[in-house]
T-cell receptor
Framework: GAVVSQHPSWVICKSGTSVKIECRSL??????MFWYRQFPKQSLMLMAT?????????EQGVEKDKFLINHASLTLSTLTVTSAHPEDSSFYIC?????????FGQGTRLTVV | DAKTTQPTSMDCAEGRAANLPCNHS???????VYWYRQIHSQGPQYIIH???NNETNEMASLIITEDRKSSTLILPHATLRDTAVYYC????????????FGAGTTVTVRA
């Protein structure tokens, strides 16, 4: 079946630095990908819609200058958390629109210290 | 998108069938019912989806009521590895898989 891969699986960074998370669709092309964030004991919250070749669409309350999304190819979307702070520590998950369903990556655990 | 209501949690015995209910009373005619599950610290995993007919695959069965206002996901023989949070999601056909997750049902399978 279709596979979506995220990298890295986990990352620890210092406060004030930037972190890039990659989301790849390995065996299909995805014009649309989505980025979610999940805090402990909470559900997934949609952050933004990543569109290949155009600007991302952000959900209300999500700072587009802090969470930079680039979708430069049909198989890769990246999320960069800029000037990360401890409150950005979370589980970040991407999904790609495939045939008949959304396929999710395995998630990236970000810890900002 | 139509909202869904699920029980917060449920326990089931290993080897027995697990029946997970979902209420989606405001569902419209072009909206599908999708089920995903999330095992701890992993991304969601697709289980099954349907429009109005009952569906079955290698993982589960989906029973949708005739009025489409509710559905039940059936795991026929639950195993310990089925312990997860199960999400029932309603998605419009034209939505491009932008999924809205509720709180889901935390299912604990006990030996």
């Amino acid at each position: 079946g279709a596979v979506v891969s995220q990298h890295p699986s986990w990352v620890i960074c210092k406060s004030g630095t930037s972190v890039k998370i990659e989301c790849r669709s390995l065996d299909f092309q995805a014009t649309t990908m989505f980025w979610y964030r999940q805090f402990p004991k909470q559900s997934l919250m949609l952050m933004a819609t990543s569109n290949e070749g155009s600007k991302a669409t952000y959900e209300q309350g999500v700072e587009k200058d802090k969470f930079l999304i680039n979708h430069a190819s049909l198989t890769l979307s990246t999320l960069t958390v800029t000037s990360a702070h401890p409150e950005d520590s979370s589980f970040y998950i991407c999904s790609a629109s495939g045939r008949l369903r959304a396929f999710f990556g395995q998630g990236t655990r970000l810890t900002v210290v | 998108d139509a909202k869904t209501t699920q029980p917060t949690s449920m326990d089931c015995a290993e080897g027995r069938a697990a029946n997970l209910p979902c209420n989606h009373s405001t569902i419209s005619g072009n909206e599908y019912v999708y089920w995903y599950r999330q095992i701890h610290s992993q991304g969601p995993q697709y289980i099954i989806h349907g429009l109005k007919n009952n569906e079955t695959n290698e993982m589960a069965s989906l029973i949708i009521t005739e009025d489409r206002k509710s559905s039940t996901l059936i795991l026929p023989h639950a195993t310990l590895r089925d312990t997860a949070v199960y999400y029932c999601i309603v998605r419009p056909r034209s939505n491009d898989y932008k999924l809205s997750f509720g709180a889901g049902t935390t299912v604990t399978v006990r030996a």
